[in-house]
């Protein structure tokens, strides 16, 4: 029996280990929400980090301090936070507009790692440093200088500035929103441009696509694109508007560039800075950063068709707390999510906690019970991520 | 909008470079805790009202500019008189522009598409005009055109013709400047002025014989040219701690207020309080316009620019207050905050003030729009106000917009958005597509409200401005539905509808609309 016991263990034990091995997960990781705790001079920043607890709801478990300076807000589009969840490290950087600085933390340790800039021009002082990332590289968006810097992954949760690119829209057009895929790197921009580099190399190299969104040309409601995302296999490029509905644009990016955007739009509520699509890449979020709301559209991943979902009601604190809603990050890594997380910009900055129920073609998104969970370390929270992060 | 943004915004749009010591060229103003006195007045003679202001700034060691009309009274300058007259008259206005011809505050704008009237050249922060607010005059030069009008400092200066036609309802209007991008400048604490169309007591012989109080409410801010932390100020009168202005009335009396609203962007929600309690205030007239029936209020709602005309009456014995009460502007929408504006002392021995006439048969027969209410309206416009953020420190675009046309903000050189011809009878609905309430405001003519958010308005007055409150996220959006009328001829021409709260007109929140004979 104690034999047989023993033997179904180590079967246990082996049949586990199977799976780990053919699936790639390794055992699980504490599941982090992280925050770019921006402070404008002369308060240092730092970065936050929060474990979920198991109501759902983030819960702050320490800063890690970085002593570097924000400027307590800026773009809407521009996340101020990249993760790197490689087989050697573990880390997030955040950028410091002020100094001009990017810091990696080492999620391990919870201490900073490198502390690293760009060139002697970069300069993100007055709307902020936006990044992407991918294991081997990370791309700053510096919002005054217009540039993007391109940095090479150290270990120690350090990086190498390698160069500038020079950057401009249409219309002179200030960088705003990144996102990155395999060889791709799409960029928008303030007058309403857009344009996609290849990064096959490390550094951007125009791929001569850049153009104004159709939005920006045809919409009523709408004047620019703003945050970016890419679907998992690089098919389609969509892009969450500065608008005053709801609006977003899709691309079909598969040959490589970026080809005329398609426009959805709905009276849903007001803006679309920024937006997510689900693990599963089922559903769109939508943060509604002037409609103070969150919105849910369902995504056809075959097709890069939009329909519509659901819109949450105004979430709680709005004016009496915060001001602004920021990035928004997915409640859990698989399906759809489940909800997401997103950051609330003003004097009690925090993190809203934002379900997701979906039954056939209909959605509900709500804001959870005991939401928001208040970020004690910055009035100016725009900027959060996942650890670990989505999978692509 | 929300403070930090408009801070930073401020100052990125405008930069500091013209905060340095300048001249000190406008009239000292009442120190603090002081009887308010009315503003001196002006008043017309023989069918003409003729005066001659300069345009003149003062600069305090905190580098905060007051901009101020300069007129030159027998024997000392005042500041922004009251300018009074009758419906057929003419203002015979003549300003110069006193500022400094230092261009270091320009924006970038593109020229009027009209032909230039006066100076013309590029608007700056020194460039001037003047709107004669809720005046039903035409929109051309000379007379009430903003678009093309400018005055430039070193220049001779620019004649105003104004003709006040004879149906021009009796009331109170103001007068202000009007350069695109620079109006919150000019008036802020400073640059604006009553105007009293004389014969209220005609239409309404309840204010005959009444005491006549004239209070031009206006707001400066603390940190010079920064849209934040403001003051109110009675008359020029600012409060200090416990210290307020002081308005005096005898125990008991009735006094017909005439309180313009010439804030940059507060909504006051007045009141009188005796011993902490709102007593009802008289109605009289709203935007200059005669009520139909006069009405009784606790509380008074006056937009950005609108004015209230109302009989007060004091206690009995001991004092009362003047207060505008908190108003919350929405969500993005700036905090209008609780402020005594005065103390009302009863004192048997107030200082002599100006009394309405004595009443004579009423008649509110030939004031225009009179009958607008049952004039149908043969074109529905829908327009909508919107707001756009792409960062807490902008970009921010203020909109308003026609329905079905792209939004854009205004320009000088644009085309008009709207175009009707003379004699159109139109209903426009205005809704408010932002988490902040806007003012809406229409030049040359006044507007008929008749519906509030679908439904039939309880007061269907005569406006030249209304608000319309902020959307909380839910539902409809909050609207107003106005009955236009463009049938006078003196409306043929190009002027413009816009929000009144100042910073974002001069931001472009603003169209033009064109009227053909």
């Known amino acids: ?392 | 909008m929300r403070g930090m943004s408009k801070w930073v915004l401020a100052i990125a749009v405008c930069g500091l470079p013209f905060l340095k010591p300048m001249a000190q060229d406008c009239p000292a103003r009442p120190a603090t805790g002081t009887v308010v006195a009315d503003p001196y007045s002006i008043n017309s003679h023989g069918g003409t009202l003729t005066a001659h202001f300069t345009l003149g700034h003062s600069v305090d060691s905190a580098g905060y500019t007051h901009f101020c009309y300069k007129y030159q009274a027998p024997g000392q300058v005042v500041e922004a008189p009251t300018l009074r007259v009758n419906p057929g008259d003419v203002i015979s206005l003549n300003v110069v522009d006193g500022l400094s011809p230092d261009n270091s505050m320009k924006m970038d704008m593109a020229a009027p598409s009209g032909p230039p009237c006066g100076d013309g050249g590029a608007a700056t922060i020194n460039s001037t005009n003047v709107h004669f607010h809720g005046m039903n005059v035409p929109p051309i030069c000379h007379q009430d055109d903003v678009i093309n009008t400018l005055i430039q400092p070193g220049s001779p200066g620019f004649q105003y013709n104004v003709h006040v036609p004879t149906t021009q309802p009796p009331g109170l209007y103001w007068y202000h400047p009007h350069v695109h991008g620079f109006t919150e400048f000019q008036v802020n604490g400073g640059a604006a002025g009553a105007l009293v169309v004389n014969g209220m007591e005609k239409v309404r012989p309840e204010v005959a014989g009444l005491t006549e109080r004239v209070f031009v409410i206006r707001q400066q801010y603390l940190v010079p040219w920064i849209p934040g932390p403001y003051e109110l100020t009675v008359n020029y009168q600012t409060s200090f701690l416990a210290q307020f202005p002081v308005i005096d009335m005898k125990p008991g009396e009735k006094q017909f207020w005439r309180i313009a609203n010439a804030t940059l962007q507060d909504f006051l929600e007045l009141q009188v309080q005796v011993n902490g309690t709102a007593v009802p205030l008289e109605m009289i007239a709203l935007d200059g316009y005669p009520l139909a029936q006069t009405r009784n209020q606790t509380t008074i709602l006056v937009p950005p620019a609108g004015r209230a005309e109302f009989i007060v009456q004091a206690p009995s014995s001991g004092n009362a207050i003047f207060v505008t009460n908190a108003y919350s502007t929405g969500p993005t929408g700036n905090a209008d905050i609780a402020t005594t504006l005065a103390t009302i002392q009863t004192t048997t021995s107030t200082a002599a003030s100006s009394h309405m006439p004595e009443s004579t048969p009423p008649s509110a027969d030939g004031l225009k729009f009179r009958n607008l209410a049952v004039q149908p309206a043969a074109t529905q416009r829908k327009l909508y106000f919107s707001e756009e953020f792409g960062g807490t420190n902008g970009p921010i675009q203020f909109y308003i917009t026609v329905d079905g046309q792209k939004q854009k903000v205004f320009e000088p050189n644009e085309q008009p958005v709207i175009t009707t011809k003379v004699g159109a009878i139109e209903d426009w609905t205005v809704e408010n597509r932002a988490l902040e309430t806007h003012a809406f405001h229409i030049h040359q003519i006044h507007f008929r409200v008749l519906e509030i958010d679908g439904k039939p308005a309880a007061n269907t007055d005569l406006r030249d401005t209304i608000e319309i409150p902020y959307w909380d996220g839910k539902g409809p959006y909050p609207s107003v539905k106005l009955r236009m009328d463009f049938s006078d001829p003196s409306t043929a021409g190009t002027f413009v509808f816009h929000c009144h709260i100042l910073l974002h007109e001069d931001l472009g929140m603003m169209h033009k609309i064109l009227v053909t004979p």
């Open chain 1, 1 to 392: 029996m104690k034999k047989f016991l023993e033997s179904r263990f180590l079967r246990l034990i082996a049949l586990a280990a199977g799976v780990f091995a053919t699936s790639g997960l390794a055992p699980a990781q504490t599941h982090y929400v992280l925050t770019n705790d921006d402070l404008a001079f002369p308060f240092q920043t730092g970065v936050g980090f929060f474990t979920v607890g198991t109501n759902g709801l983030p819960v702050f478990l320490q800063q890690v301090h970085t002593g570097t300076f924000g400027i307590g807000g800026g773009y809407f589009g521009m996340n101020r936070l990249a993760v790197l969840n490689s087989a050697s490290q573990k880390c997030v950087y955040a950028s410091e507009a002020l100094n001009g600085f990017i810091v990696g933390v080492d999620i391990s340790t919870l201490t900073v790692g490198g502390i690293t800039s760009g060139s002697d021009t970069d300069a993100g002082t007055t709307n902020g440093i936006g990044m992407v990332m991918n294991g081997n590289y990370l791309y700053a968006s510096f919002s005054d200088s217009n540039t993007i810097g391109t940095f090479a992954v150290q270990p120690g949760c350090s990086l190498t500035f390698i160069g500038d690119t020079s950057v401009i829209g249409l219309h002179g057009g200030i960088v705003n929103g990144m996102a990155l895929h395999g060889s791709i790197l799409i960029t928008s921009y303030t007058d309403g441009s857009i344009a996609s580099f290849t990064i096959s190399g490390g550094t951007p190299i125009s791929n001569g696509d850049e153009q104004l969104s159709t939005a920006t040309v045809t919409s009523q409601d709408a004047t620019y694109a703003n945050a970016i995302d890419i679907t998992k296999d690089g098919h389609y490029a969509i892009f969450g508007d500065t608008s005053t509905a709801l609006s977003v644009e899709v691309s079909d990016i598969s040959s490589g560039k970026l080809t005329k955007t398609t426009v959805f739009k709905s009276r849903a509520s007001i803006s679309s800075s920024n937006i997510l699509l689900s693990p599963d890449e089922t559903i769109l979020y939508v943060v509604n950063t002037q409609g103070a709301t969150v919105s849910a559209l369902f995504f056809d991943k075959y097709t890069g068709k939009l329909s519509a979902g659901c819109t949450s009601g105004p979430l709680a604190g709005l004016s009496q707390n915060w001001s602004y809603l920021g990035a928004v990050v997915p409640m859990s890594q698989s399906g759809n999510g489940g909800g997401v997380f997103v950051a609330e910009f003003g004097t009690v900055s925090g993190i809203a906690t934002v379900p997701l129920t979906v039954s056939g073609q209909k959605c509900s998104v709500q804001e959870a019970k005991g939401s928001p969970t208040a970020d004690p370390n910055t009035p100016g929270l725009l900027s959060i991520e996942s650890f670990p992060p989505r999978s692509f």
